[in-house]
């Protein structure tokens, strides 16, 4: 049985101690999205428990509801339990306090969540998206690093991290979007023969690595124990050596043979989530889709399971040699699943859909260790020109590249202004131990906005749902909270939208407005918006760059010394935009 004594790891001589770090990690809480009517909680223990249950109510003095389950799964080289109970029977919309039990640190106050808003409700809101998030501080990306990591990657004393920017700005956005690599425990070996870490014995890596990921949970409980965190895999959740590493010293290359029992295909990060598959007839945490007001949203697996013959990037067999298995064995499960569920989007009430997978298949950087994913553009880019998606965010090359709209290589002549094509936005640079990498210096022709290593700044994605035809993506700086780069896609189309049943999200936070199209709606009434908007020949466009528009140059300017002066912001008119409302 796994003990709290299990839960401190002697590495190097140096105590790596993983109690959590406050009541805000008290059992690395994290909740997910199941329907609009359920939530999914989810929390460690040292030891396994018989019942996990979750008390919860409408007020923090009357918890006078239940949930339990009997989930509570360990594996090999884990020092903690995970618990998993679903909340049901719950109001879309509606904030809720709850408490697990029991938690590690004993008695604790409840905490809230809010549950997904019904689709069709009009009022605006905003999603926070990370990509290649790593762990910070002392086992991660902090003011220092070992041999081997470029200046510029490191954080200036004092310098406010991506978690501490997500947790500063966390009242102005509803969930989460993780899109693969978590934490980056895989990052052990060369983090130990770069010199950042104590050196360990290989047979004792596994302890370095639970720190490493337990240390990132507790860092995101501040986070994740109040807003949902709707995660799919990456590559540096495989195992615990991803890629391989060489130790250039010794002369010595290691690889996945290296890892112990636990610490391979997926295994880890199978077990500390529950993803809504089941109400969404995807698969496990690995692709899944769920509705939220005015948006339908689709994680996918662009790791494993691409079918039509092809072998998944970090498949036994794949370029990655990760070794891990399909997590389906239907053959195509996974676009036959996704066929499926756009077909049966409902776009009158979630009119825009937003997808996002770890991997890019549009990017202005060169083709270096599967950096491009052109399997995952054949099979999936089919689909999303059938179905009309609007916007596919990736990430797995840590630089930040918003590109206009494309189709099968080619940009649409609307750009942002009711394009036929989906919208492409990599962005990778949240941060991890050893930062950020570059871009081709001549980036290529659909690009519009970038940042690499050479600018220093880690960031993270702010998508803004303003109506039926108006979303916003925004680049924030995470040092300050800053936006550096801001677009907004203009879609020419009719929805059936209301004002919600609560109306608990007062102000837009960003162009502000709303839906609310007519004075003196009532709160439950219906608002139909019948949209003929298109800017071709006004001069008050309502997307960043009108078809006669011309673009300036596609990075912002800099100073001497590199970094950036000045936000690249392309300007939405607001009476372009309020006369589509």
Aim: hydrophobic share 35%; proline share 6%; aromatic share 10%.
């Amino acid at each position: 049985m796994k003990s709290v004594a299990a839960f401190s790891a002697l590495v190097g001589g140096v105590a790596a101690t993983l109690n959590p770090r406050g009541p805000d990690a008290a059992g690395q809480i994290r909740l997910a999205y199941h329907g609009i009517e359920g939530m999914m909680v989810s929390w460690n223990t040292f030891e396994h428990v018989a019942g996990p249950e979750v008390k919860w109510g409408l007020t923090k003095d009357n918890l006078n509801n239940t949930a339990a389950s009997d989930t509570s799964i360990t594996y090999p080289t884990s020092s903690t339990y995970n618990n998993h109970v679903l909340v049901s029977g719950l109001q879309p919309d509606t904030t809720y306090y709850y408490l697990p039990s029991p938690l590690p640190q004993g008695n604790h106050e409840p905490y809230t969540f809010t549950t997904a808003r019904e689709p069709g409700n009009a009022q605006p809101y905003s999603v926070a998206v990370v990509i290649d998030l790593g762990t910070m501080g002392r086992l991660g990306l902090t003011d220092h690093a070992g041999k081997g990591v470029k200046p510029e990657n490191i954080l200036k004393p004092g310098e406010k991290n991506t978690i501490d920017s997500l947790a500063s700005t966390k009242a102005g956005w509803d969930f989460i979007l993780h899109p693969g690599d978590i934490a980056y425990a895989d990052y052990w070996l060369k983090e130990e023969i770069a010199g950042f870490l104590p050196n360990t014995t290989i047979a004792d890596g596994y302890k370095v690595y639970e720190a490493i990921l337990n240390d990132f949970y507790d860092e995101m409980a501040v986070l994740t124990e109040s807003k949902p965190y709707m995660v799919a895999p990456g590559n540096h959740e495989a195992n615990c050596d991803n890629g391989g590493t060489t130790d250039k010293a010794r002369n010595i290359t290691y690889d996945v043979s290296i890892c112990s029992p636990g610490q391979t295909n997926f295994t880890g990060y199978k077990n500390h989530f529950r993803m809504p598959s089941d109400v969404s007839g995807g698969t496990g945490n690995f692709w899944y889709s769920f509705d939220h007001g005015m948006a339908h949203f689709i994680q996918l697996d662009t790791e494993t399971d691409l079918g039509h013959g092809f072998v998944g990037p970090d498949e036994i067999g794949g370029d990655g040699h990760e070794g891990a298995s399909p997590v389906n064995a239907t053959m195509n499960a996974q676009t036959d699943w996704l066929a499926a569920d756009l077909a049966a989007v409902d776009r009158a009430k979630t009119p825009w859909i937003i997808v996002s997978g770890h991997r890019p298949w549009y990017l202005s950087k060169k083709n270096e260790t599967g950096t491009i994913c052109w399997t995952c553009k054949d099979v999936f880019e089919p689909l999303f020109l059938q179905y009309g998606v609007d916007l596919y965010l990736s990430g797995h090359a840590h630089v930040y590249e918003r590109q206009a709209p494309l189709a099968d290589g080619r940009i649409d002549p609307r750009e942002l202004d009711n394009p036929a094509a989906p919208w492409y936005i990599t962005n990778g640079a949240a941060g991890h131990y050893d930062g950020m990498d570059d871009l081709q210096a001549k980036r290529q022709s659909y690009s519009r906005f970038s940042l690499d290593v050479n600018n220093a700044t880690y960031g993270w994605s702010r998508l803004t749902f303003h109506n039926c035809t108006h979303m916003t993506h925004e680049f924030v700086a995470s040092n300050n909270d800053s936006v550096l780069d801001t677009a907004t896609l203009f879609k020419d189309r009719q929805c059936n939208l209301h004002q919600g049943s609560r109306g608990r999200h007062d102000s837009n936070p960003a162009l502000g407005g709303g839906n609310s199209t007519t004075g003196g709606q009532q709160a439950n009434s219906t608002v139909t918006q019948t949209v003929s908007c298109s800017t071709q020949g006004s001069s008050a466009t309502a997307s960043p760059k009108g078809p006669s528009a011309t673009y300036g140059s596609t990075n912002p300017p800099t100073s001497s010394s590199g970094s950036y002066v000045g936000a690249s912001m392309t300007i939405v008119a607001l009476l372009g935009l309020l006369a589509c409302m």
